[in-house]
């Protein structure tokens, strides 16, 4: 009998179904792979597990029997225990304090109880671990054992780590796997979350799939190899009804020079007027720290940018944190770049703002953009897609020679991702140089007349003629990035 | 319409403050009816106690006024009293040090300007510590407070001390450096009428200018701010720099206008009534106006208690904390709203 079974799972959040039918069977002594795209509702499926996320429908069970579980404390009492991205400990406490955090009756517990029951369930589960020491000195995989330690010592069978390895330097993932292959060997299932191949290769023994919200597969990792893997994430799906723009490439409009930084590994790259170049790529691959960098935000280590037709105008990735300042009106995000270069006509006059003209800008935008506010309204009020709107518009009223946009149509629906993916095209064919960072593999496919993965802080450039899912999956995936 | 919206919160923040001091003052066995309306005619009640309270509405209302602006930029200035000391000291060791008795008519302007100039470069300090080494200015600010209160100190018995020797104070202003009074008043002088003009211009450049836009969007969220090559450093150092200059002027404009001479204590807890000045004006420049006024005639009211009352004016404090904190907990707008 399954230890753990999660049956046709659904679960929307507002107008997005993150999971339509997604099923997890786990064992008993097994770690096993759940593996699928960004997006593709993996942290959403462990949530409903963990009782941090309330399904809309299906069935969990325990041990064959159905279960309601309403919140992460009933999901422990059920032997769920769950290793976060972030850490979930209290940095100013000791190992020892955090060790016991929450167990009944243990803020009463004399300092040298607490110091022994701590090293007792450290050298139960094997894990080298000071209890004095404090919390946040530890190092970032020292960090990780306690959480997994925690879990351990509230009786977890069940063990969920959400990409545990993405904070880790490679030795450090060989000490993790070696740990996991212990636990499981002791009858713990364990769920890993995972995009790197070698990882999931190497300790796994049975792999899900999710796609879009549905399992797609559920099998044992015998016999599969890295190609079958990459398509089964991906899909075969035919090519995306959007097509990349056909427009001449111009003049060198923008050249990334061996661009090094934390999290940038070397990046070389040319960009010519008129040209959509599409970068794919897992989150966390360098996405982050090369829009930092284009954003001029983040400082390089090594390398330079080259701007040759400027400006370049970027469309942030997270319209919320950089792109708006959600508590200005719409209007005053569109001038606030023109504010930044001291006040600049038409819209300001010797610094002071000419309402009319302020107006008269807003309204173009609006009309232009379809934007569905009125100059006036705070960002905060407007819905994800609107906002997107109002910052490709001012992204666009710098008349930028090079365009730079990330995750460009993230969380929009489908009449705002696909305006936002023709005003890109629009600006290729008006002769910008437009630059695509997307995580999503169909947008870079419908969009890239050149296409690169970004892997690990590099670029692995993809071939004319190899624009189809499973090739971009596999490169994903790292594969030949060695 | 709007304007009422705005008025609404302050005005329930103070009138839920008067009902608990009127509370209070029964609980300590004065009579609250009579203890209130002689609050009120202490500070508002003739020719003589409204300009008292116009008086020391000045130095409230400018300090305020910087105190409002840095906030908005989400920088926690808490440095307005220590500001107005500094331009104090400037503006009297210019008047009587610098220029001697025979200055002409420009040393009233000089000594306004540089009294601005010291309140700015002490901000500046702040901004430097805050920008370079990442020092809080909430810290840097409240200790450069005591720092120049007893500069101040120091120079009145050292330095800057009369003549004559006797006492710890300044020689006295001369006429030609002193602001005068309005005609056909008593105390009310022309700098409480450049005072009573700058809310409008702290207005303008608030919500009608380009700099007023980028240290909004600073305040509201450096990040977006800096994805948009606003630079939250510079707004900081700017926004530290005006609002010391406001302090600073407040301190030369009252020696210049209201002691004429500099002394210990010359304005002390202006700098921190002031915040509460801001927070009750809800941030707004214009808010700091009647807010500014309401502190005043509760400060000069407070010695009319007393007396008629027999209720310490301490009690004024109270009162003065407990619009504090009615204002501060009907929530604050976000600090670069409208």
Redesign the interface.
């Known amino acids: 009998m399954p230890r753990v079974a999660l049956r046709d799972i659904r679960k929307r959040f507002g107008t997005t179904e993150a999971l339509r039918g997604a099923s997890l069977v786990l064992e008993p002594g097994s770690v096993h792979a759940l593996l699928g795209e960004n997006g593709a509702g993996k942290t959403t499926l462990v949530r409903a597990l963990y009782g941090s996320v309330r399904p809309d429908a299906g069935v969990i069970e325990i041990d064959g029997r159905p279960v309601e579980i309403e919140n992460p404390s009933r999901a422990l009492a059920l032997g769920i225990g769950m290793v976060h991205q972030h850490f979930m400990l209290v940095p100013a406490l000791s190992v020892a304090e955090n060790l016991v955090l929450g167990e009944p009756g243990s803020a009463w517990l004399p300092r040298a109880r607490l110091r022994t029951h701590a090293r007792e369930l450290c050298e139960r589960f094997g894990l080298a671990l000071d209890p004095d020491a404090t919390t946040d000195s530890l190092p970032v995989a020292q960090m990780q054992r306690l959480e997994i330690a925690r879990a351990l010592a509230r009786g977890a069978n069940v063990l969920i780590l959400d990409e545990p390895t993405a904070v880790l330097a490679p030795s450090e993932v060989d000490d993790l796997l070696g740990l996991l292959a212990r636990l499981r060997d002791e009858g713990k299932s364990i769920v890993l979350i995972s995009h790197k191949l070698e990882e999931i290769t190497a300790v796994c023994d049975r792999v899900t799939v999710l796609r879009a919200g549905e399992t797609v597969a559920s099998r044992p990792l015998a016999g599969l190899d890295s190609h079958e893997l990459g398509r089964l994430m991906v899909g075969d799906a035919l090519p995306p009804p959007g097509r990349p723009p056909e427009t001449e490439a111009g003049p060198l409009a923008l050249a990334l020079v061996g661009l090094r930084a934390s999290g940038l590994a070397g990046i070389d790259l040319e960009l010519r007027a008129g040209e959509l170049v599409a970068l794919a790529g897992i989150d966390g691959n360098g996405q982050g720290p090369l829009e930092e960098v284009l954003a001029g935000v983040r400082a390089l280590d090594a390398g330079e940018v080259r701007v040759l037709r400027p400006p370049l105008a970027l469309l942030p990735g997270d319209r919320q944190r950089t792109g708006l300042v959600l508590d200005l009106s719409v209007e005053e995000n569109l001038v606030l770049p023109e504010a930044a270069r001291g006040g600049e006509p038409p819209v300001f006059r010797a610094g002071i703002v000419i309402p009319r003209e302020l107006h008269q800008v807003a309204t173009e935008a609006i009309r232009r953009f379809e934007i569905k506010a009125s100059p006036e309204d705070p960002a905060r009020s407007l819905s994800g897609g609107n906002q997107q709107k109002v910052s490709v518009a001012r992204a666009l009223r710098a008349r930028p020679g090079v365009l730079v946009a990330v995750n460009p149509t993230r969380g929009l629906d489908l009449a705002a991702t696909a305006a936002v993916r023709e005003e890109l095209r629009r600006e290729a064919r008006a002769g910008t140089a437009v630059l695509l960072i997307s995580t999503e593999l169909d947008e870079v496919l419908e969009l890239g007349q050149r296409i690169a993965v970004l892997f690990r802080g590099r670029l692995l450039p993809v071939a004319p003629d190899a624009h189809t899912r499973a090739a971009i999956g596999r490169l994903m995936l790292g594969e030949g990035a060695e | 319409m709007k304007l009422l919206r705005a008025l609404v919160q302050p005005l329930a923040a103070t009138a839920i403050a008067l009902a608990l001091a009127a509370v209070l003052l029964a609980a300590i066995g004065a009579d609250p009816f009579s203890a209130l309306a002689a609050l009120a005619a202490g500070g508002l009640g003739d020719r003589i106690a409204l300009e008292n309270t116009v008086v020391r509405m000045g130095p409230l209302l400018l300090v305020g006024l910087g105190v409002a602006l840095s906030f908005r930029c989400g920088i926690w200035n808490i440095g307005g009293e220590g500001q107005l000391y500094a331009g104090a000291l400037a503006a009297t060791a210019l008047v009587t040090r610098g220029l001697g008795p025979e200055a002409g008519a420009g040393s009233l302007g000089l000594a306004l300007l540089v009294g601005a100039a010291a309140g700015a470069g002490w901000a500046g300090i702040a901004a430097a510590l805050r920008v370079r080494r990442g020092v809080s200015e909430v810290l840097s600010t409240i200790l450069l407070n005591f720092i120049a209160v007893l500069a101040v100190a120091w120079a009145v018995h050292g330095p800057l001390q009369e003549a004559s020797g006797a006492y710890p104070q300044s020689d006295a202003f001369p006429d030609l450096a002193r602001l005068s009074v309005l005609p056909g008043l008593r105390r009310v002088h022309l700098g409480l009428v450049l005072a009573a003009a700058l809310p409008f211009a702290i207005w303008?450049l608030l919500f009608?200018?380009?700099?007023g836009?980028?240290l909004?969007?600073v305040g509201?969220?450096p990040?977006?701010?800096?994805?948009?090559?606003?630079s939250p450093e510079r707004e900081t150092t700017r926004v530290l720099i005006i609002s010391g200059a406001l302090a600073g002027l407040a301190g030369a404009l009252e020696v210049s206008g209201v002691t004429g001479r500099l002394f210990e204590n010359l304005a002390s807890g202006y700098g921190f009534t002031a915040i509460a000045v801001a927070l009750l004006a809800r941030l707004h420049p214009l808010g700091v106006l009647p807010a500014a006024f309401f502190f005043a005639a509760l400060a000069t009211g407070s010695g009319a208690m007393q007396r008629v009352a027999a209720v310490p004016s301490v009690a004024v404090q109270v009162i003065e904390a407990l619009v504090i904190f009615f204002s501060v907990s009907f929530a604050l707008p976000?600090a670069?709203?409208k």
């Open positions: 303008v009608r200018s380009s700099a836009l980028r909004r969007a509201l969220s990040e977006a701010a800096r994805y948009a090559h606003v976000k670069g709203a």
